[in-house]
């Protein structure tokens, strides 16, 4: 079965809110050069609202305990139909929702893992200027279809410019039709956290 590996976190803070970007990647895909799992940044769609890649603190926590509970309900329905299932454990989060941290098997993740594991991110969280300062640059991309009017791939050169530019892609291509790209690894390195 394949899983998510969570392996380090850059959450950006934007006028209240966040722009949660991870470094994540499955568990069965690999990179010839160098050999290993293959992994990429990207805004963490599963703690965000459905209609943006921004979220209040209060949304992560939100949406990490309705996937908690959806996840005890399921597992619930599955005990009433095989006997032997076994119960929910929040020891053994990972294992129900198909997630791993890094260095550890999904058997191996709790829910206290990772929530701890989102709480570095909140609590390191920088704007977009100090990325800059620190040798990180952020841009925002087109994936799909093609509109002249936004030069692609743009560059996020102030916490303004990240919601205005994000608003406009947004409306333009909409939440599937971009994504976000960090560059500058060194700079990366030093302020990512797992």
Known sequence: MSYRILYRSL??????????????????????????????WHWDRSVTPNDTPFAA???IWARLAEDR?????????????????????????????????EGKHTSQTSYTAVQKFYQRALTKAKTVEELM?????????????????????????ST???????????????KQGFAYEMIGEEGIARLAVK
């Open 11 to 40: 959450f950006i803070k934007a006028e209240g809110q966040y722009l949660p970007m991870i470094e994540s990647g499955d568990n069965n895909c690999w990179e010839v050069s160098p050999r290993r799992r293959a992994r990429d």
């Open 57 to 59: 603190e209060t949304d």
């Open 69 to 101: 509970a959806s996840l005890i309900k399921s597992n619930e329905e599955w005990c009433q139909n095989y006997p032997d299932w076994g119960v929910y454990d929040d020891q053994q989060y990972g294992y129900y929702a198909s997630v791993a941290l």
């Open 133 to 157: 300062v620190a040798g990180v640059w952020l841009y925002i991309r087109q994936r799909t279809k093609h509109d002249d009017s936004l030069k692609v791939p743009v560059a996020i050169k």
């Open 160 to 174: 303004a410019d990240l919601i205005q530019v994000t608003t406009d892609f947004l409306a333009a291509f909409g």
